[in-house]
């Protein structure tokens, strides 16, 4: 059964992920360049903007990343106390990766260090299934099971902490698992943390 899917940005491969099966990069002509077993299933792939690395979560709660062309893992990023659905690199800074998980949380680690930077709960009580980032990684948006989305800007957090987000997160680095309530936010309007799934069309500017 095949789970996920993933084209890589410049060079022309793609990863794949299966239940119970490993995670796999392939030429568009067939050609299996990598094939990384695993002892759980994988989801939905991603890899990051330079393609050097792909990324995939896992039932057994973490995302594994990895140096396809170098056939190695270089991470394993643990934190979340459920299935992982969805991971997504930052478009801006290759360090930084988004992942989702049943246990209703998105949330941002570091691929050097393996350590989880900020953890977003604004989909709480839900499974967290997909996360994206916008083209200049200052915004994410997260969607849960019930049909609902939030968008978090990374900016606000950054101007709290002073400065760019990705240097910042890195002097400021939180320990594994830690909430910021205070970064839910919206990117143009002010809706005090309500859903996208709140209103039936775009609110007036507040």
Do not use: C, K
Request: charged share 20%; net charge negative.
């Amino acid at each position: 059964e095949m789970l996920g899917v993933a084209f890589a940005h410049h060079a022309e491969v793609l990863a794949t992920t299966s239940r119970n099966n490993p995670l796999r990069v392939w030429t568009y002509s067939g050609e299996q360049l990598a094939s990384f077993p695993s002892e759980s299933s994988n989801w939905t792939p991603a890899f990051s903007p330079d393609d050097s690395l792909v990324a995939t979560g896992t039932w057994d709660w973490d995302t594994d990343v990895y140096d396809w062309r170098r056939g190695e893992q270089v991470a394993q990023l643990e934190g979340h106390g459920s299935t992982v659905w969805s991971v997504e690199f930052n478009p801006r800074n290759p360090r930084l990766i988004a992942s989702t998980a049943s246990d209703g949380t998105t949330r941002i680690f570091d691929v050097v260090d393996q350590r989880a930077l900020v953890t977003l709960d604004g989909l709480a009580n839900s499974e967290v299934l997909a996360a994206n980032f916008t083209g200049d990684g200052a915004r994410l948006t997260a969607a849960n099971s019930l049909g609902q989305a939030v968008i978090y800007d990374l900016t606000y957090f950054s101007r709290h902490i002073a400065g760019q987000v990705d240097r910042q997160i890195a002097r400021h680095r939180l320990s594994a698992g830690e909430t910021l309530d205070s970064i839910r936010s919206w990117s143009l309007h002010t809706l005090n943390n309500r859903r996208l799934s709140d209103y039936a069309e775009p609110p007036d500017s507040m």
